[in-house]
C-alpha cells in the first residue's frame, strides 16, 4: 500500500526446535497516519506515520515435529503470517519461513551405540570344480550418525578364490511419498546414492581389511522420518557387497542407517561437537528441489556469464562441524 513503505517479518533466528519460544517482531514503516484495528482492544487507534515494531512470542509444541522439508512430490513448511487490520482496505499480509528441526534422534540413545555385525561368504565353482572360499566380515560400530560425522565402519575380507575381489560400499536414501488421494491412496517411492566406495583390488589368495576412518563422511541430508509425518517416511541403508571381477557373483550384507538430530558426544571429553546448520545436499530428496515461490529468477549485476537465482528461502539441517587442527 502506498502509506506502508516497509513491512518486515524478523525472527530471532530462523530454526527452531520442538518445544522452543519463537520470538520476532514486526516491523512497519508508514508515511501516513493510518487506522489500525487490534484484536485486544475494542477501539481502532490511529496508528502514526513513522517507524514501529511489534514484538511476539509464542512457545512450538513439545510434540515430535516432522523437519522442513522440500520436494517436488511433497513439502513440510513451517511459517509465520502477518495481517494487517486496516478498516475498509484489503489487508496487507506477510509471511516468513522459518525450519523446524526434528524430529529429536539423539546417537547416545542405547538402542543406536549397539555395534551392528555381519558375516557372508561364498564358495567359488566352477562346474564341478570348487575354487576357494571368499569371507565377508563386517562391522558398524553404531547404527545413528550426524550429518558431517564419518561412518564408523570396518571390514575384513579374506580372498581365497582364483580371482580378484573388491569391496564396495553405498549408502542409500529411501523416501516413501503418501498421498491422500481416493480410498487407498497413493503411494510414490524413490531412492538416491548418498554416497559410495569401491575399493581396491584384492588378489587372490589373500587377505585386506578396510577402515572407513575419515573416507565416509555423511553429507547434508534430512534425518531419518519414521512414523512421525502422514506425507513421508525416510530412512537409509548401508549396502555393503564384494564385488567379483570373473564370476560376477558377490555377497551382500546391509546395515540400517539412522540420520540423526542430536551428535554422538564422548562423555567427559573436553572437545565436544560443533553444531551448525547448513541446506540439503543437492543430490538426495531435500535438496533437489526449490520451490518457485522462494526463487527470484536470474539476476543480473553486471559481469559477464548468467545471473544467478536468489534463493529466498531453504531448510537447513544439523551438521557436526568438524574440529580445525591446531
Known amino acids: 500500500m502506498d502509506y506502508i513503505s516497509e513491512f518486515d517479518i524478523r525472527l530471532e533466528k530462523e530454526m527452531y526446535y520442538a518445544g522452543e519460544t519463537l520470538t520476532g517482531q514486526v516491523i512497519l514503516q508508514t508515511v501516513e497516519n493510518f487506522k489500525l484495528k487490534e484484536k485486544n482492544e475494542g477501539t481502532v487507534p490511529i496508528l502514526p506515520r513513522g517507524h514501529h515494531s511489534f514484538p511476539f512470542n509464542f512457545q512450538l509444541p513439545e510434540t515430535s515435529l516432522p523437519c522442513s522439508f522440500e520436494a517436488k512430490p511433497c513439502t513440510i513448511r513451517y511459517y509465520v503470517k502477518v495481517t494487517l487490520d486496516i478498516p475498509y482496505a484489503s ?194 530428496e531435500g535438496g533437489l528441489y526449490i520451490g518457485p515461490e522462494f526463487q527470484l529468477g536470474q539476476v543480473y549485476d553486471g559481469t559477464l556469464g548468467e545471473g544467478e537465482s536468489v534463493v529466498l528461502y531453504r531448510p537447513v539441517y544439523v551438521c557436526v562441524k568438524k574440529h580445525e587442527q591446531s
Open 91 to 284: 489487508p496487507p499480509q506477510g509471511m516468513k519461513y522459518f525450519t523446524i528441526i526434528g524430529p529429536h534422534i539423539d546417537c547416545m540413545d542405547e538402542q543406536y551405540l549397539k555395534p551392528l555385525v555381519g558375516h557372508d561368504k561364498r564358495q567359488i565353482c566352477c562346474l564341478c570344480c570348487k575354487r576357494g572360499i571368499v569371507n565377508l566380515k563386517s562391522s558398524l560400530e553404531r547404527s545413528a550418525y550426524c550429518c558431517g560425522e564419518s561412518i564408523k565402519f570396518k571390514a575384513t575380507i579374506d580372498n581365497q578364490s582364483e580371482e580378484n575381489v573388491r569391496l564396495r560400499l553405498k549408502l542409500t536414501q529411501y523416501t516413501e511419498f503418501f498421498i491422500e488421494r481416493g480410498v487407498l491412496g497413493l503411494n510414490k517411492e524413490v531412492n538416491h546414492v548418498v554416497l559410495e566406495y569401491r575399493g581396491d583390488a584384492i588378489q587372490p589368495m589373500s587377505r585386506s581389511k578396510f577402515d572407513s576412518s575419515q573416507s565416509l563422511i555423511v553429507p547434508v541430508m534430512p534425518p531419518t522420518l519414521n512414523g512421525v509425518c502422514r506425507l513421508l517416511s525416510i530412512f537409509y541403508v548401508l549396502k555393503v557387497w564384494i564385488e567379483m571381477e570373473k564370476s560376477g557373483d558377490d555377497l551382500h550384507i546391509d546395515f540400517p542407517i539412522t540420520i540423526a538430530t542430536c551428535p554422538f558426544r564422548i562423555p567427559n571429553s573436553p572437545q565436544q561437537p560443533i553444531i551448525k546448520y547448513d541446506p540439503c545436499c543437492d543430490h538426495v
